[in-house]
């Protein structure tokens, strides 16, 4: 089947009604053949996170797999009102975060913690998530937002029933898992299989580190401030730099463990990973999960709680700010147990906020194969669609013998009865049911 001719919603127009209807209708865009989801890094950075990749032996990344994935991450047909997707509150071009502090769930209520990024997911050996950790895995995570009251509001049951309900997730199943069985096992893998393939490896940190042997030297595509900061980032705290690299290790720049950061000397509301279980652990009391910061230039505001809105404050934070939390990390203790001061020139932290910019990868937030594959259409008509009228937010070629081209938002009568064709390739069958077939969105 030609994928790109699934169509989201069946739109069933009554064929005597005469008073004219507004309806905003769905289309799925996606390719004849899928696109590549493996994506190929470089030697540097392919060689250094290979063991630190938790995709299980049982659900590796499949091109039918990912796209599936894909679909089921922008559908908003999972949730209970159908208003809100797994992007709503990891956006594509917030670097699949959030910009706000906290997301807004289906009825409008706020989650309880920042939208944490997802990208580079995969890479991080532990492999569990959540800013608690409290799901094991990826496949275990990905449910949890559908059922939560907040977020989208399903049951357990609803959601393979969700998805079974939707006529193109038929022929997406059988190519990602050989039959059209809709499980919720299916549905966790497939959507673990999108998010682990959203990977940045395209930021001038990756070109120039292409080119060097090792992070340490300079590199010939960095300003001079560009590789203060780097400078200052990988060397460790007693040799005057920022010891960043001791918990954003790796060229994912992502930690080994929780850690607390001391943004608070206590934790009375959120005790994070010492409260995810229903025994409380005193030694993870106040310690996090923190995400690759790739990107981290577009996924403001910052930590868990998102009180930190520029990259200024963050290096302020940890310059002059850090607190003597109980579980404070150790590497941001000095010598004698006490929260390090940094004390940074105004020149040190400003080269520290440029090269984290250097971790900016563009294309992450335009690359189509990670992108919402719904496009949207709004269509008008009056009485049947063989007698009446037809009207669209784009422009529109009538089929009435010839072909006539009406610009956007004008309105056509229909005399002949015949197709409409709505720019890119949209199809309106004479009759009743509207079919699409769209090769780009508009």
Not at 71 to 76: E, I, R
Not at 260 to 279: E, M
Not at 428 to 441: D, E, H, P
Request: glycine share 8%; net charge neutral.
């Amino acid at each position: 089947m030609n994928l790109r001719k699934l169509v989201l919603g069946v739109v069933i127009f009554f064929l005597f009604v005469a008073l004219k209807t507004i309806t905003t209708v769905d289309y799925l865009n996606l390719p004849v053949t899928p696109f590549e989801y493996n994506v190929s890094l470089p030697n540097f950075y392919a060689n250094n996170v290979a063991n630190i990749d938790n995709s299980p032996a049982n659900n590796p990344i499949t091109n039918n797999g990912a796209t599936l994935g894909r679909v089921l991450f922008y559908d908003k047909n999972l949730s209970i009102n159908r208003t809100v997707a797994c992007a709503s509150c990891h956006k594509q071009s917030e670097g699949f975060s959030d910009s706000r502090i906290l997301s807004i769930g289906f009825a409008g209520g706020s989650t309880s913690r920042h939208g944490m990024t997802i990208l580079n997911a995969r890479y991080y050996q532990r492999g569990r998530f959540f800013w608690d950790e409290r799901a094991a895995t990826l496949e275990d995570q990905v449910l949890q937002p559908l059922q939560d009251t907040v977020e989208m509001g399903l049951t357990a049951n609803q959601i393979s029933e969700r998805v079974a309900e939707q006529p193109y997730y038929n022929q997406l199943f059988i190519n990602a898992f050989g039959n059209n069985a809709i499980t919720n096992d299916r549905i966790s893998k497939a959507l673990a299989q999108f998010i682990r393939s959203i990977v940045s490896y395209q930021s001038k940190y990756d070109i120039g580190r292409a080119t060097v042997n090792n992070p340490n030297q300079a590199f010939s595509n960095f300003t001079n401030q560009e590789n203060q900061g780097k400078q200052l980032f990988f060397t460790p705290i007693p040799q005057g730099g920022g010891g960043c690299a001791g918990c954003h290790g790796t060229e994912a720049f992502v930690s080994t463990r929780p850690e607390n950061n001391g943004i608070d000397a206590t934790s009375t509301t959120d005790l994070g990973v010492g409260g995810a279980s229903s025994t409380i652990r005193q030694n993870l009391v106040g310690t996090f999960k923190n995400s690759s910061i790739r990107n981290i230039e577009l996924t403001a505001p910052y930590m868990h709680d998102g009180r930190f809105s520029t990259l200024e404050q963050v290096v302020e934070h940890y310059n002059i700010g850090i607190q003597a939390h109980p579980n404070l990390s150790g590497i941001l203790k000095d010598a004698n147990g006490n929260p390090i001061r940094l004390n940074f020139s105004t020149a040190q932290k400003n080269a520290l906020v440029a090269f984290m910019k250097t971790l900016t990868d563009t294309s992450v937030a335009t690359e189509v194969r990670w992108s919402n594959p719904f496009c949207q259409t709004n269509l008008s008509f009056t009485g049947t669609i063989n007698s009446g009228g037809f009207q669209s937010s784009n422009a529109i070629l009538v089929q009435n013998g010839g072909i006539t081209q009406v610009q956007s938002g004008s309105y056509v009568n229909l005399i002949s009865g015949k197709a409409i064709i709505l720019n890119p390739s949209f199809e309106a069958k004479v009759g009743s049911v509207f079919k699409a077939q769209i090769s780009t969105c508009q």
